[in-house]
């Protein structure tokens, strides 16, 4: 339940929300390795102007979320962030 409401603060006030948010997590179809990292530098671009990207970020980590941008940081990014 902390976990819920601390998300629904900080969502509230995130840059990736509305149309956009496409860009954070892959399509549904195969993705071509170039467009795939156009799509993920559009998404840390949008978390570089975000206010909350420290609590996205700490979320991501905490939940061990493996898919998508969150915080400005890759799956594979945060991977390194929880190993170390």
């Known amino acids: ?3 819920s409401r601390m998300m629904n603060e900080w969502q509230l006030r995130a840059a990736c929300r ?3 948010s496409a860009v954070f997590f892959p399509p ?3 993705e071509r390795r170039e467009d795939k ?3 993920e530098a559009r998404a840390k671009a949008i ?3 975000c206010r909350v990207r420290s609590e ?3 979320y991501a980590v905490a939940i061990k979320e493996q898919h998508g941008i ?3 940081l890759s799956e594979t ?3 390194v962030i929880r190993a170390g």
Do not use: H, N, V
């Open 1 to 3: 339940m902390a976990i």
């Open 18 to 20: 509305g149309p956009q």
């Open 28 to 30: 549904p179809r195969t």
């Open 37 to 39: 990292r156009r799509r």
């Open 47 to 49: 978390c570089d102007e």
């Open 56 to 58: 996205c970020l700490s």
């Open 70 to 72: 969150w915080g400005g």
């Open 77 to 79: 990014e945060r991977k």
